[in-house]
């Protein structure tokens, strides 16, 4: 399958914890990528990897995976982490297409 | 510091060819694979398709028969063009580095955007 599945929209008390997870078969082959996007700007990559973050990104940001399914937690939310976030993979079905999640609209409560 | 620059035609007719072009900054143009990505408006992510500096192409399938990325290692400069466009076309076109690491792939670096917009 080349699908990656998300949540449409999950909230997160400010300062607490939230996960948001991507589904999808090739997430047994390939680890998910992870982008945040912002109203009116192009996706920002947050995680890669195992659990890997660029310069920059805040610790609170993590991944992990098992299985099929792939997730992004962020320990402590804060009011500027609301964003869509975009998980994406290579298709493990041969074809190496490029596949994105739907997206998960975070709220900051 | 890798930069990615992306211009081109942000109004277009429908029947008309849709032409990107974008210029990486920064950084090996060689071993990482340059992507097109589009974002209708309110709507989610869509990848395009890639190329790699020798100009080996992957297209999605639902766009393979107008689809058409090219480059030009030379100015280290990528290409979309995407014909026959209809009103379903218009979005935002971005364009970003691919790469394989640690067993997974991401688009680390991404250019600002572009707006498309189909209407007769």
């Known amino acids: 399958s080349s699908e990656l599945t998300q949540d449409p929209a999950v909230s997160v008390a400010l300062g607490q914890t939230v996960r948001i997870t991507c589904q999808g078969d090739s997430l047994r082959t390939y680890y998910a990528s992870w982008y945040q996007q912002k109203p009116g700007q192009a996706p920002i990559l947050v995680i890669y990897g195992k659990n890997n973050r660029p310069s920059g990104i805040p610790d609170r940001f993590s991944g992990s995976s098992s299985g099929s399914t792939a997730s992004l937690t962020i320990t402590g939310a804060q009011a500027e982490d609301e964003a869509d976030y975009y998980c994406s993979s290579r298709d493990s079905s041969g074809n190496l297409h490029v596949v994105f999640g739907g997206g998960t609209k975070l709220t900051v409560l | 510091q890798v930069r990615l620059l992306q211009w081109g035609a942000g109004l277009l007719k429908p029947s008309e060819t849709l032409s990107l072009t974008c210029a990486v900054y920064?950084?090996?143009?060689?071993?990482?694979?340059w992507s097109w990505i589009r974002q209708p408006p309110g709507k989610g992510l869509e990848w395009i398709g890639e190329?790699?500096?020798?100009?080996?192409?992957n297209y999605n399938p639902s766009l393979k028969s107008r689809v058409a990325i090219s480059v030009d290692t030379s100015k280290n400069h990528f290409s979309l063009k995407l014909s026959s466009v209809t009103a379903a076309d218009t979005a935002v076109y971005f364009c970003?580095?691919?790469?394989?690491?640690?067993?997974?792939?991401?688009?680390?670096?991404w250019g600002r955007g572009t707006l498309v917009t189909v209407s007769s």
């Open positions: 190329i790699n500096h020798s100009g080996s192409t």
């Open positions: 970003a580095r691919g790469r394989y690491i640690y067993s997974g792939y991401d688009l680390d670096y």
């Open positions: 920064g950084g090996s143009f060689s071993g990482y694979y």
